[in-house]
């Protein structure tokens, strides 16, 4: 039977699978096929949480969530099926093409799916500039922060790859560095300082508002997809 391990960087994400990031009552790990981790953001704690959960059993991993656009095609809710992780020191890694093409055949035709590369940043990347940099020296259409450390544990374990990233923002669209600090630790959302922060900057509302109904586009797609990953 496969273990699915699924790493995503915050609980929205996560809940988005249709699953609970928890450990059994028993205190003996995870139980049942579908093995969930909220990882937090960034390569470093995705790592740790993928390795976690090969260790306790998971046949394949998932790097599973959202990612902001570097390609001028992708708008909020799209999909990016990539086919290929491009790390922050260049190396490249492949996700499990079958797995992928099994996913992709699966998917409602109306649903907005792109393929292609999916770029690592080690840092939010906060202007349009910053992203054409990146889509330049890249050639990848969107970007994240874990899934290529998940895809090197993946390699390094000899366990397949899926990668399932839905898009928040445009390529062009800006994003203040207070609302991608927003979120803590464990991967969940720091919701009551981030108003707190709009209410003597409300300047800001428009900016927030554009990237809040994003990330819930982006939420919607993760739910309608996540059941192909799962099955």
């Not at 699915?4 to 990031?21: D, K, Q, T, Y």
């Not at 050639?139 to 928040?168: K, T, Y």
Request: charged letters at 20%; glycine letters at 8%.
């Amino acid at each position: 039977m496969t273990r699915l391990g699924v790493v995503g960087a915050l609980e929205p994400e996560i809940r988005a699978f249709g699953v609970r990031s928890s450990r059994s009552r028993s205190g003996e790990g995870f139980t049942g096929a579908i093995m969930p981790a909220v990882c937090g953001v960034g390569a470093e704690r995705a790592y740790r949480a993928g390795k976690r959960l090969v260790e306790e059993g998971a046949t394949a991993l998932v790097s599973w969530g959202t990612a902001v656009a570097l390609g001028p095609t992708l708008r909020p809710g799209s999909l990016l099926l990539p086919d290929r992780i491009i790390a922050d020191a260049g190396r490249e890694f492949n996700v499990d093409a079958e797995w992928r093409q099994r996913v992709r055949a699966r998917l409602p035709r109306e649903l907005d799916v792109h393929a292609g590369a999916l770029a690592e940043t080690r840092r939010p990347l906060l202007s349009a500039t910053q992203k054409a940099s990146l889509a330049q020296s890249s050639g990848a259409a969107a970007a994240d922060m874990e899934s290529a450390a998940l895809a090197a544990l993946a390699h390094e374990a000899g366990v397949p790859l899926l990668v399932v990233r839905a898009i928040v923002d445009s390529a062009v669209q800006a994003i203040p560095a207070r609302l991608a600090a927003a979120t803590r630790a464990d991967g969940s959302l720091c919701i009551a300082s981030t108003l707190a922060w709009l209410v003597v900057t409300p300047a800001e509302w428009p900016t927030t508002l554009r990237l809040a109904f994003g990330f819930r586009a982006a939420l919607r797609t993760l739910q309608r997809v996540a059941g192909e990953v799962r099955d």
